[in-house]
């Protein structure tokens, strides 16, 4: 078995790779070439353990997840997490991957396929809520999907911030960084604007005026208490963009939406009905919510076994 950890991950990903990666998970999905059980959930006080198994026609995989928010406040990461790959055919485990930074790439490179479909072209400033990982993953793909010249953060640890903010130039050097007094401002100031929090409450302002015309990704709600969209957003949309129709049962984000009558179950669509179909919904304001799912840890997982394997990189161990 072929172990793969955060390192060698980083090492080995070619953003666009992975972008491209995504768009095929995507057209799997929209074809329905796949088998996903339901992603099941275990809590335990405030951990979240998720088990997300997903069999394609040459590999099936396993994610194992632990969510603990509350890990930030004592500097550790909020997402722990392994993913076995298996060969379809036989069954034999060919790869062990750390599932944390498998995570960070897959979702940040979902969140930039959600960019690329639902955003202008002309998009040239993003705004990131939010100075987790996931916060760092898409703003590195936002750049890769649309010509960003600033990067506008806010945050309400001015310290994780600003660590953030140096954190985030030595990758992109060429890119204009803002922090941002207030998610009012940043949401005036951004073109695209980036939720990745685990709030129970909006992030932003319920102010349609500041709403107008601006494209939303939804990427920190991942229950149904979570919520990180206000309701004005509702009024501006004719329909939500989702990664995949679990998040009408996951995320607060629609799910309160949907009881409140804000938004109808007809106006949820799977985005993957633009990737498969290469369409794009860029008019007026736009929102896509991602919660993610198996089948995109199973192509991304598969993605980089085989460049491992190509370019010699990874641990072998007999298990």
Not at 43 to 56: A, D, K
Not at 142 to 164: G, Q, W
């Amino acid at each position: 078995m072929l172990i793969l950890n955060q390192k060698q991950i980083e090492s080995l990903l070619s953003r666009s790779e992975v972008l491209e990666a995504i768009e095929d998970a995507f057209t799997i999905f929209q074809e329905g070439n796949f088998d996903m059980p339901d992603r099941m959930h275990a809590n335990y006080n405030n951990i979240t353990l998720l088990l997300m198994p997903c069999f394609t026609s040459q590999y099936f995989g396993t994610k194992l997840v632990s969510v603990n928010p509350q890990n930030q406040a004592i500097g550790k990461p909020s997402i722990y997490g392994n993913m076995i790959l298996n060969d379809s055919e036989t069954g034999e485990p060919l790869a062990l991957l750390n599932g944390a930074a498998l995570t960070a790439v897959r979702t940040g490179a979902v969140g930039a396929t959600g960019m690329k479909y639902i955003s202008k072209e002309s998009s040239e400033s993003v705004g990131i809520i939010g100075t987790g990982t996931q916060g760092f993953t898409q703003a590195l793909f936002a750049c890769t999907v649309r010509p960003i010249k600033k990067i506008n953060v806010f945050d309400l640890d001015d310290k994780k911030l600003t660590e953030f903010i140096n954190k985030l130039q030595k990758k992109l050097p060429e890119i204009e960084f803002n922090g941002m007094n207030s998610s009012e401002e940043l949401v005036k100031k951004s073109d695209i604007i980036v939720c990745a929090t685990s709030s129970e409450n909006p992030v932003i302002p319920n102010d349609p005026n500041l709403l107008k015309d601006k494209c939303f990704i939804g990427i920190g709600s991942y229950k149904p208490n979570m919520r990180e969209f206000p309701d004005a957003l509702f009024s501006q949309i004719t329909k939500v963009w989702v990664d995949t129709p679990f998040a009408a049962k996951e995320s607060g984000d629609i799910v309160t939406p949907l009881e409140n009558n804000l938004l109808q179950k007809n106006q949820v669509n799977t985005i993957s009905t633009l990737v498969a179909n290469k369409h794009y919904d860029q008019a007026g304001t736009t929102f896509f919510k991602s919660v993610g799912m198996a089948l995109f840890d199973v192509v991304v997982a598969e993605y980089l076994y085989k460049k491992a394997i190509k370019e010699n990189i990874g641990t072998q161990a007999d298990l």
